[in-house]
């Protein structure tokens, strides 16, 4: 594996399947009365959040208590950072803690990469959502939940529907899925589709309808308020109808067939309340998921190479053969 | 009582070797007829001539942010860069909209002397693009105005283009323009195309510059002005000034350096050093460039030397600054894409470095051929050097250098502005 996780494609189809295995293994712990691991004691993790996101910065939070690493929240919101304080400072004041990894959610595109390779920290760097580019962790959590209800996902017909143009989800999971080996199709209306999708590794379509009978998975992306109003589709209500899932259109699915939104849901808008709350719906699964995933993840920048688990089921002395400092 | 130099074995426009002498801030002499005087004698074996260079597009930062650059600093850059005037761009604070402002920046340049320093006036008051500046103060000003620009921002109103195109008609004025459609480029980060969806940066069309191209020349060859089209950066704007020109309309246009060197792949680092706007291209539009520049469709190199302070710069892509140094640069630049490519000769460089952009500006001191009575602003330039560019040895306050660690032919050993010399052994006298 790198040393970071910036984007899904800093994971080839090893990386991706190992840190997949690794977050099953991370599940078990989910049915344990007591649900801690001590692979990262002695490990700081900085949650450094630019952008509000209470879900992806508890999930992560939960996903480090339970490594037993010591969390550290850093949100913009009442801090120095909206005082004007840079991303560079911050990084610096971060260092100057010990952060062991940092976990970055930024409103602009490429800022993860930017703490990653300015010099300013030695500490892994974590994307958990930058701009309009990618979120790493969510493709995994989703490609984590798929691969328990549909086994492995080479050949799988993945449909991810909605606001492509500015979703960092959906560009994680075309890379990942690709990596996996999952067939993806893009639908949307063409205007949230980016310039040169044609050179991404999937298949696009303007229309909902015809890729659904053949889809394994089924992903709808949630459409931000912000773009109702820039003309991007002419109303809520043609958006809907033309590109929402509802309870007819999850009727053309096969029979076996999931439907995963990585939330919060626009209810009535991209989906349906009905299909939301189906048998069919994997979604408050996604959110568990979430935490298993991204304690792999973390385990695997930060700990040991060792199993997490060992075979017995019994939690290993991961911090024995954790190294004790951090890479520069 | 001026100091008169004899410089030797100098190759004027890349042809063969001789004597030049320089007295009273002319040519005086040339070939034989140039020695025998008693003057300071400059070895120049090996080195080129060339009518000093004349910069259209420069951004000097003062007044307002002299954290990032002077007139007295920017001015050093291009004594460096072997130019003799730049053409001080009024995105400034306060903005270089009325008569005092131009001439303050004027003055500064006189004063720090390093260069003739033109003042660029605003179009539109405080470049908001909703009415007129008092253009013709500027151009009646000691600064003697001739290019009004809303740099940073584009006259996107076309009924004010079309007013401002007729009204500096009365003073033989030009608008510069900066052609970037507003609606098509909200929030853009860089150019647009398959690399911009893959990054996540909001895009910047190549149709938002052409589409302002193409109404800007029509609108001047409507009214019978001149229109000036700054930092072309894409094939298809090139194809429109070709039409254009074909038609014989006043429509002129400048390429940066690094538009004709660097492409879009950089973005790849989401270093902020490569954010500039209009943003790097495509390796097709950088070829386009080269070719328009090189028949002339494009008539001028022009630097948009747009220097920043290290914070505006050092922070993530999007919250970043748009621009990056290019006065000391540029000629280097050009060797490298142009000289070495075979596209153009030393005239050449000569025509579109110094001839063009000075008729363009209307800078009569400048942009003279190398000959006796002519005036002395002279570069001289050794094109077998070959280095690698070092930001830290700039003159410049700023240190947003996009060409870091890139090997650069050539190197600006003495510059000449009238007769004195402002560079001496690549340095600043």
New interface residues.
Partial sequence: MKRHLLSAADLDSDDALLVLDTAEEMRQLADRPIKKLPALRGRTVVNLFFEDSTRTRISFEAAAKRLSADVINFSAKGSSVSKGESLKDTALTLEAMGADGVVIRHSGSGAPHRLANSGWIRGCVINAGDGTHEHPTQALLDAFTMRRHLGELDGRRVTIVGDVLHSRVARSNVLLLATLGAQVTLVAPPTLLPVGVETWPCETSYELDGPLPKSDAVMMLRVQQERMNAAFFPTQREYSRRYGLDARRMGTLPDHAIVMHPGPMNRGMEISATVADSARSVIVEQVANGVSVRMAVLYLLLGGSEPALSATGEPAVATASAPESVPA | MTTTYLIKGVRPLGGAATDVLLRDGVVAALGADASGTRAEIIDADGLIALPGLVDLHTHLREPGREDAETVETGSRCAALGGFTAVHAMANTEPVADTAGVVEQVWRLGREAGLCDVAPVGGVTVGLRGERLAELGAMAGSAARVRIFSDDGNCVSDAALMRRALEYVKAFDGVIAQHAQEPRLTEHA?MN????????????W?AAAEEAIIARDALLAAHVGSRLHVCHVSTAGSVEILRWAKSKGWSVTAEVTPHHLLLTDELAT???PVYKVNPPLRTAEDTEALRDALADGTIDAVATDHAPHAI?DK??????AAFGMLGLETALRVVQETMVETGRLNWAGVADRMSVRPARIGGLAGHGHPIAVGGPANLVLLDPAHRSPVDPTASASLSRNNPYASIALPGRVVTTFLRGRPTVLDAKLT
């Fill in positions: 980060q647009e195309g398959a690399l911009s969806g893959r990054l996540g940066l909001r895009g069309p680092t989401y270093d914070e050092e922070s993530d892509w999007t919250d």
